[in-house]
């Protein structure tokens, strides 16, 4: 009979290796999601904290200006279409009160992401995307 494996011990951490995280030199940001999609904002920001930002979120979009004035986030990802507010609007009055903000807007109606990107959007990314595409965009946007 062959001798058996020894077993791993359970003191030892595990090591897991991030495909997004980015490169040496890649600073943590704070990124504000705004999306009325719970699993859409939920997906974002596992993502985007396994990648070491700090990330924090609402559904509403209502609290877009108290969120941005309280957390002073690097970088806003925000959904186009949500209830209770004129998101487009939203996006202008942001780039008026806070001109050095990245703000990302994400949409799947490209008309709506082309008048995002008019009102103050740094960039847009369409629905639906890739967790690639969305990584690239903020380390593009910051």
């Known amino acids: 009979m062959p001798p058996k494996e020894p077993r791993p011990s359970r003191d ?11 490169t040496s030199g890649d600073a943590s940001r704070r990124i504000l999601v ?11 920001e596992h993502i985007l904290r396994a990648s070491g ?18 957390l002073n986030p ?19 009055e942001l780039r008026r009160s806070y001109p050095a903000l990245n703000i990302i807007a994400i949409s799947g109606n490209p008309h709506l992401l082309t008048l995002a990107s008019k009102h103050g959007a740094n960039h847009v990314l369409a629905k639906p995307f890739s967790l ?11």
């Open 12 to 22: 030892k951490q595990i090591q897991t290796v991030d495909p997004f995280s980015g």
């Open 34 to 44: 705004i999306d009325d999609d719970r699993d859409i904002v939920e997906t974002i």
């Open 53 to 70: 930002h700090d990330v924090r979120s609402t559904t509403h979009g209502k609290d877009a200006f108290r969120l941005v004035a309280l």
């Open 74 to 92: 690097d970088l806003v990802i925000t959904d186009v279409i949500m209830p209770e507010i004129d998101t487009i609007d939203t996006i202008a």
């Open 132 to 142: 690639h595409q969305l990584m690239l965009l903020v380390k593009v946007a910051s």
